[in-house]
């Protein structure tokens, strides 16, 4: 929105600092920061009295996991409304790789909204249906990678790039669209997974998001990706103002989600964060990236695969719980 005075930049030439990113990304986070900051104890007020008892702690669980009984979830709806907000303020709107990633995160953060309405209302640890909601994380993640191929130059369309290797593209062809499906709904499961402990998801959802914000600004920029040896993706420079959005957010969270946590994200901003991280990876063709600045994550889902497989083939448990934390 803000982006639009440029177009005055003629008469008012101090609007030009509205057309670098760094300035707008800079805008974004402090937006997000600030309205989480603000509105956040209002927010945590308003669920705890509709939630009651807040959100269901598994009984096997570890003792010290039960002192959080009565604490609210969906404080992902702080984190969502102050990411869109900043994003709506500070981002050029005519740019279609903002609205993609944007539509991921709120469809992703209104499935995880569902999920723990339901676990809230019913007092349950399992709230919608495994099938049902993963089925609808594949068809968010479908459209989404179908349209950033759309999007992507046609040298780059159904390619897996290797960072610091620009010459190197792995040719997916149309099975890149299975292949995006598998990296975003594998990002926002994988930080649902690792939703747990006090301030143990959004910490290294910044990293990443900080991580990331630096490679979509780098690979928007001609010169910088012929520098850096990375492919350039003409726009995608824009999506530095989501991540500069999502670090806002999260620092904002943090200050209401470290221990003691007087709210949890719930699955509303766990399954948001990570579709939105793994739709950013898809976008700037660096989900190998994503996969090592995001290794917490992927320790988390391994332990989860690795439990299950154990159990179900030998009966047996490897970890005496999982996820690991």
């Known amino acids: 929105m803000l982006y639009e005075l440029v177009n005055f930049s003629d008469q008012i030439g101090l609007l030009n600092v509205f057309r670098y990113i760094t300035f707008r990304t800079m805008g974004a986070l402090a937006t997000a920061f600030l309205f989480v900051l603000l509105f956040g104890p209002a927010i945590i007020d308003l669920l705890r009295i509709k939630q009651g008892k807040g959100q269901p702690i598994r009984e096997d669980g570890p003792k010290s996991h039960f002192v959080k009984r009565g604490t609210p979830t969906m ?4 984190i969502l409304a102050g990411v869109t907000i900043a ?5 050029n709107w005519a740019n279609r790789y903002v609205w993609i990633v944007l539509a991921v995160t709120l469809a992703y953060g209104a499935i995880g909204f569902y ?5 809230v209302t019913k007092q349950t640890t399992s709230g919608f249906g495994g099938k049902a909601r993963l089925g609808l994380e594949f068809l968010v993640a479908g459209i989404a990678t179908w349209a950033l191929m759309k999007l992507s130059p046609a040298a780059l369309s159904g390619k897996l790039a290797i960072p610091f290797f620009k010459s190197v593209l792995l040719d997916f062809g149309a099975f890149f669209v299975l292949f995006g499906m598998f990296v975003i709904v594998g990002s926002g499961n994988s930080v649902n997974l690792t939703d747990g ?3 143990l998801a959004i910490v290294p959802v910044m990293i990443a998001a900080a991580t990331f914000g630096f490679i ?4 928007g920029r001609a010169d910088f990706s012929r520098y850096l040896q990375i492919t350039y993706i003409a726009g995608a420079g824009e999506l530095a103002i989501i991540c500069g959005a999502l670090i806002g957010a999260g620092l904002g969270f943090l200050w209401f989600n470290a221990p003691p946590a007087m709210i949890f994200m719930g699955d509303t901003g766990s399954l948001a964060l990570g ?3 793994g739709a950013i990876a898809v976008a700037t063709k660096h989900e190998v990236v994503l996969a090592i600045v995001g290794g917490l994550f992927v320790l ?6 690795i439990q299950v497989a154990s159990f ?5 448990r490897v970890f005496r719980m999982a996820p690991l934390h």
């Open 75 to 78: 404080g992902g709806l702080m």
């Open 275 to 277: 579709g939105a991280l």
């Open 87 to 91: 994003t709506l303020v500070w981002a």
């Open 216 to 219: 979509a600004y780098a690979i």
């Open 312 to 316: 179900k083939l030998t009966g047996k």
């Open 300 to 305: 988390e889902a391994l332990s989860v695969i």
């Open 197 to 199: 402990l006090d301030g």
């Open 115 to 119: 999920d723990d309405y339901l676990k």
